[in-house]
């Protein structure tokens, strides 16, 4: 393995002869060959890369080598679409040419959730269901998607290069397939015989936790068996897992399944007696959870009023004759034999063993809460405290896992990271970004920065935007933890960008992320305000965007029920839950917004934080080490001597 490293990136070497003006990074060889050591060894890895490193192409080559080597499959995580886009189009392309130079052949995939795939059956369907006369927009993009299906054997909603409305696609996706006996034209059919062949699968988090999920249930998962994982964008697999593996039980999707059930061919082919029994047991389940529920619902009104929200439990609730209920329910069933009910009875096996779990309120390990909506709506929930408590068994212990990122290190360790994920025996390996931003980059925190909760801090941001703009012309990201401190801004910049030319986009629902950010490449003076899924996967290399603004210290919002658990657990250890959670995931989350600025050698602009906790507190000198070594200033117009002109 380390010799073909070296063949790889040395200069004259493998790299050299497809990327045009190629010189070697040492940081990018040092994780390749951490890599390939850990694979060959079966250990566990935790990597963290600064920005510039070239860490994706770093993992993919000693991990495609290992696969292809061995006949083993290596599974790839991202978590954003950008990088999944550059390993699937550009990292993983590369590395397939070097292994041919090594005369090996590497076979690779991407796979994506069910409903991003095109259903060939419905598609047909619906065609048919065009007449030649039929003028609509939707039968002309039936055409289009019918004519590119069959000409490119096209299936991915991505690839099809044109616009698909949602409504449109839902009724052709391959989510819910009619067709029971799959064929070679159905891309799920396409998709199982290509994992099977492929070295190495690209996916995102939620698909693989997802799969999870379903593997620790059944023992099978959509993808097939693999024997490495690499987790890419690692600092975000914590949320995603724990929300893979949350439970959830309402009353409208036991009545959503019993109304299949009892319309079910089968069942109302059933004789009257048979009917009868099943009914009197459905409605005396249906009794004792409605009981229940307007217990709950009581409960919350009283403690809650009519507001939505949450509230924690901490006591049982008594289910057990409700889910003795629904047993004895499924049990008749099955003694019935009644045939293609199955898939039923498992939905409401799962939904009864779901409403017992919640209900004993037993695990320490995890959360239980339960939530209303405006229209009262109550639903039961449970959901991992951190993510050791699915993973370190069902994952961990089962195959070699590896996980990297530009922000995963609390100082110079990863005892925050390693202790919540589960990993406990990992080599590690931390290697800086080649940036200069010594000379290329700038920290500002103004000196007439009110307190962060004063009254009149929202009125400071939008005054000190406009004074930034001064000085960048645009060019700028601006970073909130609130969308709704962000729609004030948004309002409050509007004329004064609209007199001066600017072009103010904000993040809004139903416009891309991809879509905003084109907006900040193709003109300069454009300013973007944009929340959570800003501060990661944005990338703008060059000029294009100099300043990165953050008003606030992204520290975790203690109003989300997962929070609130985890805090009260640490205190309850005698812990400080400010030292021990909430900081440490403040500095990932604040070394990735501060990693938005240098995207590439030629960046150089400045970040500035407009919350003068980075100076007032005692915590505030451990935020600036936590940085990236840069000047640090408290005056705004020391802007002048960073920003390119």
């Given amino acids: 393995m380390q010799s073909f490293i070296q063949r790889t990136f040395q200069q004259g070497g493998h790299l050299s002869k497809i990327v045009a003006g190629y010189s070697p990074r040492a940081p990018q060889i040092q994780i390749s060959s951490k890599v390939g050591e850990c694979l060959e060894e079966e250990r566990h890895l935790l990597c963290e890369a600064g920005t510039g490193t070239g860490k994706s192409l770093g993992y993919l080559l000693p991990a495609a080598k290992w696969a292809v080597q061995n006949n083993k499959k290596v599974v790839i995580c991202t978590h954003t679409i950008p990088l999944m886009n550059q390993i699937i189009k550009t990292e993983l392309p590369r590395v397939q040419e070097i292994l041919r130079m090594e005369n090996v052949n590497l076979r690779y995939m991407l796979i994506k959730g069910k409903s991003h795939y095109l259903c060939k059956t419905k598609l047909n369907i619906l065609a048919r269901e065009m007449t030649p006369d039929t003028k609509t927009k939707d039968a002309e993009v039936i055409q289009r998607i019918v004519m590119k299906a069959e000409r490119e054997n096209v299936y991915d909603r991505a690839e099809f290069g044109f616009e698909i409305e949602d409504q449109l696609w839902n009724r052709i996706s391959a989510s819910k397939c009619p067709s029971k006996n799959k064929t070679g034209e159905c891309s799920l059919e396409r998709n199982r015989v290509g994992l099977s062949a492929a070295h190495v699968i690209v996916t995102n988090h939620a698909y693989f936790f997802n799969d999870l999920v379903l593997r620790k249930k059944t023992g099978n998962g959509n993808l097939p068996t693999y024997d490495a994982v690499i987790f890419d964008e690692a600092h975000e697999i914590e949320d995603v897992c724990c929300k893979a593996f949350e439970k959830k039980v309402d009353i409208q999707q036991f009545e959503t399944l019993f109304n299949q059930f009892f319309n079910h061919d089968q069942v109302q082919r059933l004789g009257v007696d048979s009917r009868l029994k099943l009914n009197d047991m459905h409605l005396s389940f249906q009794r004792k959870i409605e009981d229940l529920y307007e217990g709950i619902s009581q409960y919350m009104s009283h403690n809650h009023g009519n507001q939505a929200g949450f509230h924690l439990m901490y006591s049982r609730i008594a289910v057990e004759e409700i889910c003795k209920a629904l047993g004895d329910f499924i049990k008749t069933v099955k003694e019935m034999k009644i045939k293609s009910v199955s898939e039923i009875l498992e939905r409401l096996f799962e939904a009864n063993d779901n409403l017992d779990f919640i209900g004993q309120v037993e695990k320490r390990s995890w959360a239980y809460w339960v939530t209303t909506d ?36 609390t100082g110079d360790n990863f005892n925050f990271f390693a202790g919540r994920i589960g990993v406990k ?221």
């Fill in 425 to 645: 025996n990992y080599a590690s390996i931390i290697v800086g970004s080649p940036f200069d931003y010594a000379n290329k980059t700038m920290l500002i925190c103004p000196d007439d920065s009110p307190d962060p909760g004063s009254d009149d801090f929202t009125l400071y941001i939008t005054e000190k935007l406009q004074e930034i703009t001064k000085y960048s012309g645009g060019r700028m990201l601006v970073l909130f933890t609130s969308m709704e401190k962000m729609r004030k801004v948004y309002r409050d910049m509007s004329s004064f960008c609209k007199e001066r030319g600017y072009n103010l986009v904000a993040q809004q629902p139903g416009i891309s992320r991809e879509h905003i950010i084109g907006q900040l490449k193709a003109d300069p003076n454009t300013i973007v305000l944009g929340c959570t899924s800003f501060w990661t996967g944005v990338d703008v290399p060059g000029n294009a965007l100099t300043t990165v603004v953050i008003p606030n210290l992204p520290f975790p919002m203690p109003n989300e029920p997962l929070i609130q658990a985890q805090i009260k657990l640490i205190e309850e250890a005698g812990r400080s839950s400010f030292f021990d959670y909430m900081f440490p995931k403040m500095m990932t989350t604040l070394k990735q917004g501060f990693g938005r600025l240098n995207r590439s050698m030629t960046c150089q602009g400045a970040v500035i934080v407009l919350d003068n906790r980075v100076v007032k507190k005692r915590y505030g000198s451990r935020i600036r080490n936590g940085l990236p070594s840069c000047p640090f200033s408290r005056k705004i117009e020391d802007l002048v001597n960073i920003l390119p002109c």
């Fill in 374 to 409: 405006q229209y009262g709506k109550i639903v039961l929930h449970a959901a991992p405290l951190f993510p050791k408590v699915v993973l370190a068994y069902g994952l961990f212990d089962k195959v070699t896992v590896i996980l990297a990122s530009a922000t995963i290190a």
